[in-house]
DNA sequence: ATCGTCATATGAA
DNA sequence: TTCATATGACGAT
């Protein structure tokens, strides 16, 4: 694993690289654990990290990344899987609540344990829990604290209430 | 509008 | 098996 900082307009986030891709992203500040590293990325891990930094910047304007850097998600379970593949086909703008993912996968009743899912996503913003609603146009929670959620929801122009 | 309570799926300890 | 959750539905207040 190897880790660096991404800076960008809303503060430095973490990146974690595996061989296969980013495998984990942290909001800035969270205990700056960044600082080091770089110097043994490889020539590969550096254009995911630029490519990282761009498809990050895109999302912070409330727009669609033009490119993406590979997804590693292969640390969760099955039915976390499944939960992130739903996010991401939740296009830019709109939002779903946690109970219609449930149905969406088949397990209707689910929506607390979509809830928690979400919660265990490795790579926010890049996999949009942020658009995922409780009941009600609710905001429901985020991990990264709720001011994240309400501005990069804002920035999309989807409504939410709370 | 808010609050308590219950039902429920999933995952970690 | 027990505990914690970024839920949701329902009823009482």
């Not at 995911?48 to 761009?54: E, I, N, Y």
């Not at 727009?63 to 739903?86: H, I, M, N, R, Y």
């Not at 996968?105 to 265990?120: I, K």
């Amino acid at each position: 694993m190897i880790s660096i900082a991404i800076s960008t307009s809303a503060g430095a986030f973490t990146a974690h690289y595996t061989s296969r891709g980013l495998a984990r992203l942290d909001f800035p500040n969270e205990r700056q654990r960044s600082a080091a590293v770089a110097h043994d990325a490889n020539a590969q891990v550096r254009a995911w990290a630029s490519l990282t930094r761009d498809a990050l910047e895109a999302v912070l304007g409330g727009s669609d990344p033009a490119k993406w850097p590979p997804l590693d998600v292969q640390s969760g379970t099955a039915f976390q899987q499944k939960v992130w593949e739903a996010l991401r086909n939740i296009g830019r703008g709109r939002s779903k609540s946690y109970g219609e993912i449930a149905r969406e996968l088949g397990t209707p009743n689910a929506a607390r344990a979509v809830g928690s899912a979400c919660g265990a996503n490795p790579i926010p913003l890049l996999i949009p829990c942020h658009r995922v609603l409780a009941s009600g146009g609710k905001l429901g929670g985020f991990s990264g604290g709720l001011d994240w959620k309400k501005r990069l929801l804002s920035r999309e122009l989807v409504a939410f209430s709370g």
